[in-house]
């Protein structure tokens, strides 16, 4: 640390080294280079160099003119619809407040979607009862997602004023000390100064010129620089509270779109059975019971005149009334098997795996049975997974595991097969799938290519009697 007495000795004497530049500038520009390498570093070195790091930054910057955008329309607005309150223009007013906050609502999710990379869904839409301006107006009023946007319209003002103030000076001067040996190499050169000054008064000035005190305040310059963006990222930690929690939708709209959306499928799901069973009736039992019906008749014409030939139209007959029947019980197995319904899972997958075309092993570890409809789901998710395997997973051998883990019922279906098996590419696992979402379930598919095959059924548990 060199003082100065007086301005011209002072400047000559308080030049500096340039070798000591070079020195410090080479082993920032050796950092740099490592940075390149950036695999190579700890997540501490790397933050300050991240694109995540200068975009939550950008964020903090943007976040104080935005704010006060934000609080001078959320307050101006409310406060003259709340003064119009006693005639009737504030009403309107106050809608059109909320409806504002709710447009820049949406521009402030666009906003942490693009800098900090937060996906948050739009709140739940208005819900007008009828028509006209008066109808969106009270729809306005009555929604919650307004308000909540209107109360982070005047809340994140003062947040971001305190995140501007703490961010902005701990970056500039973390980076403005990391780099002094190129400051230091500046001041005397172009400004006739001997470096940065720490005091300075008529009689001398204190500066910080020797490389000791160089190398000293470009240390502290770097833990600056390391510890900022970690500081950023803790503050924009509560700019994603308050944006998810404000801006989104609530878990209890959030439930009621996931419900609506599972009642759909229900319906689309028990449509689709209602046609495959009119279909399975009309192409399969009807139309053999309406041969079997003209076959009988033709067999009650023939019977005094060719009784041989009747008996033989009547065999006949009697093996298309077998194979109706077949039918018949396939497609009321195929609606609810009875023996699900007696005996339970244990024997009704047991059932399902004799017909499967390669041995299956069937292991069901329940005490109680669950309701029906979970157990129903259960034993056709089954059912379908077998018929997969025995149409497509060309294995030689398959599992069926079925236990209960807490508040939960798995159900397990394991093949040795080819494997590929994918639920998003509109296969019978997708439609599987949205069977099991629709009770709150999960059907995870495992199935690399050249197998095994692991398909896994979480469903809720809702118990229904003890077994016996």
């Keep these: 640390m060199a003082t100065e007495y007086g301005h011209e000795d002072g400047f000559g004497q308080g030049y500096g080294r340039p070798t000591g530049f070079r020195d410090g500038y080479g082993r920032d520009a050796g950092l740099r280079d490592g940075y390149?390498?950036?695999?190579?570093?700890?997540?501490?070195?790397?933050?300050?160099?991240?694109?995540?790091s200068w975009r939550e930054f950008g964020y903090v910057l943007l976040g104080l003119p935005v704010g006060i955008l934000l609080f001078t329309y959320a307050v101006t607005m409310v406060s003259l619809g709340m003064g119009l309150l006693v005639t009737f223009v504030g009403i309107p007013v106050l809608a059109l407040a909320l409806a504002g906050c709710r447009g820049l609502g949406a521009l402030e999710r666009t906003r942490a979607r693009a800098l900090l990379g937060l996906e948050v869904a739009a709140p739940e839409p208005l819900r007008t009862r009828g028509d006209g301006f008066m109808a969106w107006v009270g729809a306005l009023l009555k929604s919650g997602a307004s308000w909540r946007t209107l109360l982070y319209a005047v809340v994140q003002f003062p947040w971001s004023v305190f995140s501007f103030c703490v961010a902005l000076p701990l970056w500039t001067c973390g980076w403005a000390l990391l780099t002094y040996p190129l400051w230091f190499w500046v001041f005397p050169m172009y400004a006739g100064q001997g470096g940065l000054q720490l005091y300075g008064d008529e009689h001398h000035r204190v500066y910080l010129d020797n490389p000791f005190e160089i190398g000293l305040t470009a240390l502290v310059g770097l833990l600056f620089t390391m510890a900022t963006p970690w500081i950023v990222r803790a503050?924009?930690?509560?700019?994603?509270?308050?944006?998810?929690?404000?801006?989104?939708?609530?878990?209890?709209?959030?439930?009621?779109?996931?419900l609506e959306s599972d009642r759909g499928v229900v319906v689309d799901t028990a449509a689709a059975d209602l046609r495959r069973i009119e279909r399975d009736l009309h192409d399969g039992a009807q139309a053999r019971l309406v041969n079997l019906a003209m076959d009988l008749g033709l067999a009650k014409e023939k019977l005094a005149e060719d009784p041989r030939a009747a008996a033989r139209m009547v065999d006949e007959a009697h093996g298309e009334v077998k194979t109706a029947l077949q039918e018949l019980r396939d497609l009321a197995r195929g609606i609810h098997p009875a023996v699900l319904t007696d005996r339970g899972l244990d024997a009704a997958l047991s059932s399902v795996a004799t017909r499967c075309a390669v041995p299956v092993q069937v292991d069901v570890d329940l005490t109680e049975r669950p309701a029906p409809a979970i157990e129903g789901i259960a034993y056709?998710?089954?059912?379908?997974?077998?018929?997969?395997?025995s149409k497509h997973a060309r294995a030689t051998w398959a599992t069926v595991d079925v236990w209960r883990v807490e508040d939960r019922l798995m159900v397990q279906v394991m093949d040795n097969g080819v494997g590929g098996a994918d639920a998003a590419r509109g296969s019978g696992l997708g439609g599987l799938a949205g069977r099991v979402d629709a009770v709150d379930g999960i059907l995870l598919v495992d199935s690399p290519a050249g197998g095994p095959t692991r398909v896994t059924a979480e469903l809720p548990w809702r118990g229904e009697r003890t077994l016996r």
């Design 36 to 52: 390149g390498r950036g695999h190579r570093l700890p997540a501490g070195l790397r933050a300050p160099f991240e694109g995540r």
């Design 235 to 258: 503050l924009t930690q509560m700019d994603r509270l308050m944006v998810h929690g404000l801006l989104g939708p609530t878990r209890l709209s959030a439930r009621v779109v996931e």
């Design 380 to 389: 056709f998710t089954v059912s379908e997974l077998l018929q997969n395997v």
